[in-house]
């Protein structure tokens, strides 16, 4: 469950209490999270609410003007995000509109900017209207605050003509993005394109180009083609040829002009999820990543310390937060240890220095149990919109079985890495791996060249995201 909350300005005033860090008792004041996070100020803002699982327990800690207090346990838990996008609407000025339904199409402008709450610290956005060209209204950095955002909707006229979606797109891509518009980068940027009926023009390969751009491309068709009308579509299925998945989260029918109002708050709440918004995810931003690393007593104390060293290079080079790649550990022998999971570390100096701190077991060596404990522990609770990813590493044969476990987790959608040193065996891991085995499975002679792998698997993991259907 999730939703937007307002938070009025000086929320420090009511000195409301709020338990945790980063993961929050439901007890907690929603605002005072937000400040202690960082998410807002005290100036106030607009703020995504998610519900996660309850926590054993929830420590506290001083940050940004708000003491959160320790709670033993609770039995519910909620993050905060903020909703910092840059969304661009393309608005139809066609001569099919005409003048009253663009008017709707204005009143719909104005209650999104009203909801999402417009700010340099949250969402900005700009309008582009459409027609024979594409024509700015007003960009990204015009204006800083919801009232002022509607008050300029209200200022635009129509301009007519027909309705090239396609030519407005790659407008949006080429031309409005910008920096001296105000795209501020780190923001995902959102083009929601409004059409009364059908494109007059061609979109996919428009669409396709801003998508690898990493815009997020929504659609709302307001009375679109029935089945009489599908014969005078330029382009058919043209809504699922523009967005970013065909899974209905990027586009809104709606199925007459005045019902058009009632979708800004549906709208809303897609826009701020920006998990979800699926064409600003990259290689760097899009996993979670487990290590599996054998702790059995043939590594020993230097050469696992060889193996923690390798696995801090492959994760430095993703981005890791809470929403970003995630990354877990697990170490093995007989006996398995959860080192820490995908909650655990929010920000990528703490994992670091959580691999940094994982201690030597020494022991045997069951690395099939560990491949499942892995999967049990840690993907039982991946996010569904992250690719899982696990990372074997192991210098020596198994104890166990390895093969059912691993087809179990192949099973399960998750892509497995295997990384043999020394006496490791070949036959495990290729059992181990993921198809094609030969892009995903590993060997080095000698913990002293296991450095020469971490640019590798990173490569492929890359290759293999970038290599994705868009749908």
Same mark, same amino acid.
């Given at each position: 469950m999730e939703f937007i909350a307002r938070c009025p300005a000086n929320c420090l005033e009511t000195k409301q209490p709020v338990y945790g860090s980063r993961i929050f008792a439901s007890i907690s004041s929603i605002c005072n999270a937000a400040i202690h996070g960082g998410i807002i100020t005290n100036a106030g803002g607009s703020v995504i609410v998610r519900k996660v699982a309850w926590r054993d327990s929830y420590n506290g800690s001083f940050s940004n003007g708000v003491r959160s207090l320790s709670l033993p346990r609770w039995r519910e838990s909620f993050i905060v995000t903020d909703c910092m996008v840059d969304i661009t609407f393309l608005m139809d000025g066609s001569w099919s509109i005409g003048r009253r339904r663009f008017n709707i199409q204005k009143d719909f402008l104005a209650e999104v900017a009203q909801v999402i709450d417009i700010g340099v610290a949250g969402p900005l956005m700009g309008v582009v209207q459409y027609g024979d060209d594409p024509v700015t209204e007003f960009s990204l950095k015009a204006y800083s605050n919801s009232n002022d955002v509607a008050a300029a909707v209200e200022k635009i006229t129509q301009k007519g003509g027909l309705s090239n979606v396609g030519r407005a797109l790659s407008y949006v891509n080429s031309r409005y993005f910008t920096n001296a518009n105000g795209n501020r980068g780190g923001a995902p940027n959102v083009v929601v394109v409004l059409v009364d009926g059908w494109p007059t023009d061609k979109v996919e390969e428009a669409s396709r180009r801003a998508r690898e751009s990493g815009i997020n491309i929504f659609f709302i068709t307001v009375e679109g083609p029935d089945e009489q009308e599908q014969e005078n579509v330029l382009e058919g299925n043209f809504v699922d040829k523009a967005v970013c998945r065909t899974n209905g989260f990027f586009s809104l029918p709606v199925s007459r002009w005045f019902e058009l109002r009632s979708a800004a708050r549906p709208l809303a709440r897609r826009l701020c999820d920006t998990e979800r918004l699926a064409c600003s995810k990259t290689c760097l931003n899009a996993h979670d990543?487990?290590?599996?690393?054998?702790?059995?007593?043939?590594?020993?104390?230097?050469?696992?310390?060889?193996?923690?060293?390798?696995?801090?290079?492959?994760?430095?080079?993703?981005?890791?937060?809470?929403?970003?790649?995630?990354?877990?550990?697990?170490?093995?022998?007989?006996?398995?240890?959860?080192?820490?999971?995908?909650?655990?570390?929010?920000?990528?100096?703490?994992?670091?220095?959580?691999?940094?701190?994982?201690?030597?077991w020494s022991?045997?060596?069951?690395?099939?149990?560990?491949?499942?404990?892995?999967?049990?522990?840690?993907?039982?609770?991946?996010?569904?919109?992250?690719?899982?990813?696990?990372?074997?590493?192991?210098?020596?044969?198994?104890?166990?079985?390895?093969?059912?476990? /691993?087809? %179990? !987790? +192949?099973?399960?959608?998750?892509?497995?890495? $295997?990384?043999? #040193? /020394?006496? %490791? !065996? +070949?036959?495990?891991?290729?059992?181990?791996? $993921?198809?094609? #085995?030969?892009?995903?499975?590993f060997f080095v002679g000698d913990f002293d060249e296991l450095y020469k792998l971490a640019p590798k698997i990173f490569s492929r993991i890359c290759r293999e995201f970038n290599s994705q259907p868009q749908n």
């Open positions: 990543i487990a290590f599996v690393v054998d702790g059995s007593s043939s590594v020993g104390t230097g050469n696992f310390r060889i193996v923690l060293q390798f696995v801090a290079n492959i994760t430095r080079r993703f981005d890791i937060s809470e929403t970003e790649t995630r990354v877990a550990a697990v170490q093995y022998t007989y006996e398995q240890q959860l080192e820490f999971d995908f909650e655990k570390h929010g920000s990528k100096a703490e994992v670091l220095a959580a691999i940094e701190g994982i201690r030597y022991g045997g060596t069951s690395t099939g149990a560990a491949v499942a404990f892995a999967a049990n522990k840690l993907f039982g609770k991946s996010k569904p919109n992250k690719r899982k990813i696990m990372i074997v590493i192991t210098d020596g044969r198994s104890y166990d079985d390895v093969r059912a476990p /691993a087809l %179990a !987790v +192949h099973r399960a959608g998750v892509i497995v890495y $295997s990384i043999g #040193i /020394a006496w %490791a !065996v +070949h036959e495990e891991l290729e059992d181990i791996a $993921s198809d094609p #085995i030969e892009e995903h499975s």
